[in-house]
Structures are given as structure tokens and as C-alpha cells.
């Protein structure tokens, strides 16, 4: 009797393992309809043969991610509309937001996980579909939070592969120099004209692809992330900042909070940048209207004198983006792009805005995808 029991409790153990990988393995497109209008909300300076700086805010949701096609299909109205208004030529250089490159983890996943109301529900499932490459990534993770360590490194080789393919093959469709924004990668490098991964360390990064669809330079990884995510994102090496030329001039990028340090905008003079970039995020609904929290790395530059409360985020932002103020930045022209969307419970700020000659134009208003233009 003993023997007839374990049998049957080995052939239930047997039986319910075969069913989980197989519904691991179950992918199914639901259909989702996206909003792929967008707004021309900032357009200064006048058409000349000198390019312009378009910075592209999009409206994002976890389902834009299910697909590559479908992510493509939204990023590409919106260069379409661009280029209906007479905003995209052949020195025309676009900016992304950071980690819009990040979420490319989310391709091909269940229905439940886009369906999710709170992003620990969605991480949930996206381990659970995915068993052995989460234990894998778990084992291989090197931050403090193994968790989101993991989350973000399971699917590495292909988020390096997919970010490529789509920003790189959006460079070369439109014929445009495109800032793509960030992507969180281990030891991200670019060799013969790939993105590849490595071992180690997770980074936030920026790639900047050409109009032939390839790199540009090597990735530029953030020097300094915020707080919330140094438990597994590493900081770059605060002497690699790097600058890259394009048909626009010499261009510089500067990911999320590294734009409020000018020791940051004096390398970038020693290079000779003309043209800086900022791919940026921020998290919570109405962060932008709340207190400026303060620095959010170990280190406060010793030049800023403003305290934490004294304003609030979004006029910190402005403040603190040193572009064309000179004599610390010596660039023309820079853009600050901001992710928006909602990603579950993770609310989305930040309003795009531009410098050229030490004025700021901004975007006022943040509903919707927005386009914001300078002409150089």
C-alpha cells in the first residue's frame, strides 16, 4: 500500500511539474489597442542647414512591450508625425527617455503580467514564467537587491539584442542620429559594431546609434544613479564621459541626475561638445510638483548651493541642467527627455524641457506623448 502511495504521489509530483513547464512555455498576444498620437508641444529657433534636437516624451504602458513589432509600430508614429511637420532631415538628432530601453525586459510575456496592478504582481509572474532563467540570473546577481538584480539580468542578452534592433533600425528608417535613451545591462560594451553583455555589474546605459543603424562610440553609462537604485545598479567610472560627432555637431549625453553635476558639463567642454542630450526618469505621479528631495547619489557637488524643500523637483531639474550656462557648460544646445507613461503602481513625472543660449523652454503640460524641437 505504502509502494501504491508514493507511486502516485511521485506520478501528481511528476504530472504537476510537466504541467508548469509546459504553461511556462504558453505565450499568448492579447489584443491592445495603443494610443499612437503625439503632440508638438515645444518648437523654437528657425529652420537652418544646421539640424535640430528632437526629443521624443512618449506615452508607454507594459503592453507596448509584448512585442518588439508593437513597440516599434508606436515609436515610429511618432517619428512619422515628426517628419510630416518638416522636423526630421538628415542632421536631425533624437532623443529618447532613459529606460525605455529597461523595459524591453517584458517582451513576450504572459497576459497576467501586463494585466497586473502593482509592479511587485508583474515582477512575480515574470519569474514565474521564466524559472530557470531567473534562477540563473539569481545566481549570477552581484547587487545588494538580488531581486531586481535578477529581475533585470534574466533576459540580458536578448533586451541587448531587441535594443538594437529596434533603436538602431528606427536610426536607419528615418535617417536620423537617435540618443536611445537607456538600457540596464551587465557590463554593456559595444565590439564590431554590436551591443553585447558581459559578467559583472549591472549599469544604466545610453547608446547613440547613426543613420546607417549603427553605434556610435561606446555606451554611456550613468555615473552616478539615484538612490533607489544603487542596491543593483552600478555607477560608471566618473571619468568616462564620453562625446560622439554627428552631422549636428559634437554630442554629449548625460543620463538622468548626471546632468546636475558641472564637473560633468567641463569634461564635456575639454571634448568640445556643441550638442548635450539627457535621457531622464522619474518615478511617482506627482513628484514633479512635490519638494526637491536633495541629490539622490553620495555626493553633492560643492558648487550647489540649494537644500532640499527649497524648491520643488521639477524646478530643481531646470536649475540644476547646466546646459548653455556658461562658463560651466559651453554647448549651444541640450534637451532633457522624460519617460511618462504607467507602469502598474510605478507612477511616471517629469516635463521635457530645452536650453539654447542659457533660456529654458519648457513643456507645461504632460499628458500625452509630446515632441519638443530646437533648431540649431
Known amino acids: 500500500m505504502r509502494k501504491l ?30 494610443d499612437l498620437r503625439i503632440t508638438l508641444a515645444v518648437n523654437e529657433g528657425i529652420p537652418a542647414d544646421r ?39 538628415s542632421k ?8 525605455i530601453g529597461t523595459w524591453l525586459m517584458l517582451g513576450g510575456e504572459k497576459n497576467e503580467l501586463y494585466q497586473a496592478i502593482h509592479l511587485k504582481d508583474a515582477m512575480n509572474w515574470l519569474s514565474a514564467s521564466n524559472p530557470f532563467l531567473f534562477a540563473r540570473a539569481w545566481l549570477s546577481a552581484t547587487g545588494d537587491n538580488r531581486m531586481d ?13 531587441d535594443y538594437q534592433t529596434l533603436f538602431g533600425g528606427l536610426a536607419k528608417e528615418f535617417g536620423v542620429t537617435l540618443v536611445a535613451g537607456s538600457i540596464t545591462l551587465p557590463n554593456p560594451n559595444v565590439s564590431q559594431g554590436q551591443l553585447q553583455i558581459g559578467h559583472g555589474a549591472l549599469y544604466n546605459a545610453s547608446l547613440v546609434f547613426g543613420a546607417d543603424g549603427l553605434p556610435l562610440g561606446q555606451p554611456q553609462r550613468q555615473l552616478y544613479p539615484i538612490y533607489d537604485e544603487r542596491g543593483f545598479i552600478q555607477p560608471g567610472a566618473e571619468d568616462l564621459v564620453s562625446v560622439v560627432d554627428t552631422p549636428a555637431g559634437r554630442l554629449g549625453v548625460l543620463v538622468g ?17 556643441q550638442l548635450i542630450a539627457v535621457p531622464a526618469f522619474v518615478t511617482g505621479r506627482d513628484t514633479w510638483d512635490r519638494p526637491w528631495r536633495g541629490f539622490k547619489s553620495v555626493s553633492t557637488p560643492p558648487e550647489i548651493s540649494l537644500k532640499p524643500e527649497e524648491l520643488s523637483e521639477g524646478e530643481a531639474w531646470r536649475r540644476l541642467t547646466l546646459i548653455s550656462q556658461q562658463p560651466i557648460s559651453q554647448a549651444t544646445a541640450g534637451m532633457s527627455v522624460f519617460l511618462r507613461g504607467q507602469f502598474w503602481d510605478l507612477g511616471t513625472a517629469g516635463h521635457s524641457f530645452l536650453n539654447s543660449n542659457g533660456q529654458v523652454s519648457a513643456d507645461s503640460d504632460a499628458r500625452g506623448a509630446r515632441l519638443l524641437n530646437i533648431w540649431l
Do not use: C
Open 149 to 161: 538584480d535578477a529581475y533585470l539580468r534574466m533576459k540580458a542578452a536578448s533586451m541587448a539584442r
Open 92 to 99: 536631425t538628432v533624437v532623443v529618447l527617455p532613459e529606460h
Open 51 to 89: 539640424g535640430n534636437l528632437l526629443g521624443i516624451q512618449p506615452e508607454l504602458f507594459p503592453a507596448d512591450y509584448q512585442s518588439l513589432e508593437r513597440l516599434h509600430l508606436k515609436l515610429a508614429a511618432y517619428l512619422q508625425k515628426a517628419r510630416d511637420q518638416g522636423l526630421i532631415n
Open 257 to 273: 541626475s548626471d546632468s546636475w553635476y558641472p564637473d560633468n558639463y567641463r569634461k564635456l567642454n575639454e571634448q568640445g561638445a
Open 5 to 34: 502511495l508514493a507511486l502516485s504521489f511521485t506520478l501528481a509530483l511528476v504530472a504537476a511539474a510537466t504541467a508548469y513547464l509546459v504553461w511556462t512555455q504558453e505565450r499568448p498576444v492579447a489584443h491592445y489597442l495603443s
